[in-house]
């Protein structure tokens, strides 16, 4: 089956710095792919769509000079968070999007970001 | 605008009991429906889904029947093993391969 990666999974970073985050998908093509971010007992709240060779798409209340969203490729698209704040600190979550199976979405396994 | 609300957990079974997680949603149009399950450690997979009103998407011996007259899409499973503990998200698309939105999950964990 269709397989998405997250790297890190887990990351520990200053307050002030800047964290990426990477989303691949493995064994297929993905023109689009999802930014999802999911806090404590919540539910998981889109950030941005990220479509390959242009740019994201943000959510309502979604800051996109802090959250900086790369898709350069159609395996790999990135979050950056810049100036990180303990506010930021979540789990952040991927999906994928076959490019030539348009209603299936294929999730990654997330990444847990602690802003000290 | 749209919306998911499933029922809080934790859901506590003992193996071989009969589950069900209620899920109702609001939406204009038509959308699809989707069980997600996420065990520990792992990303989301999907479980089941469904199209179109009436429809009942399966797998794994869960259920779930697509019920526009009540905007509800609950799941069912007749007889659920230790294996099945994990949480479960009901989510919905306003149309296909569009983001999804989700509820809160509900964490099922079963006993044996």
């Known amino acids: 089956g269709a397989v998405v990666s997250q790297h890190p999974s887990r990351v520990i970073c200053k307050s002030g710095t800047s964290v990426k985050i990477e989303c691949r998908s493995l064994?297929?093509?993905?023109?689009?792919m999802f930014w999802y971010r999911q806090f404590p007992k919540q539910s998981l709240m889109l950030m941005a769509t990220s479509n390959e060779g242009s740019k994201a798409t943000y959510e309502q209340g979604v800051e996109k000079d802090k959250f900086l969203i790369n898709h350069a490729s159609l395996t790999l698209s990135t979050l950056t968070v810049t100036s990180a704040h303990p506010e930021d600190s979540s789990f952040y979550i991927c999906?994928?999007?076959?490019?030539?199976?348009?209603?299936?979405?294929?999730f990654g396994p997330g990444t847990r970001l602690t802003v000290t | 605008g749209n919306s998911v609300t499933q029922m809080e957990g934790p859901v506590t079974l003992s193996e071989e009991a009969f589950l069900t997680i209620n899920c109702t949603y609001t939406?204009?149009?038509?959308?699809?429906l989707f069980w997600y399950v996420q065990y520990p450690g792992e990303g989301l997979q999907l479980l089941l889904k469904?199209?179109?009103?009436?429809d009942k998407g399966s797998n794994k011996g869960f259920e779930a029947t697509y019920r526009k007259e009540t905007t509800s899409f609950h799941l069912e499973k007749g007889s659920v093993q230790v294996s099945d503990s994990a949480v479960y998200f009901c989510a919905l698309s306003r149309q296909a391969g569009t983001a999804l939105i989700f509820g809160k999950g509900t964490t099922l964990s079963v006993s044996s």
């Open positions: 064994d297929f093509q993905a023109t689009t």
């Open positions: 939406a204009t149009g038509y959308p699809s």
């Open positions: 469904a199209t179109k009103a009436d």
């Open positions: 999906s994928a999007r076959e490019s030539d199976r348009v209603s299936e979405q294929y």
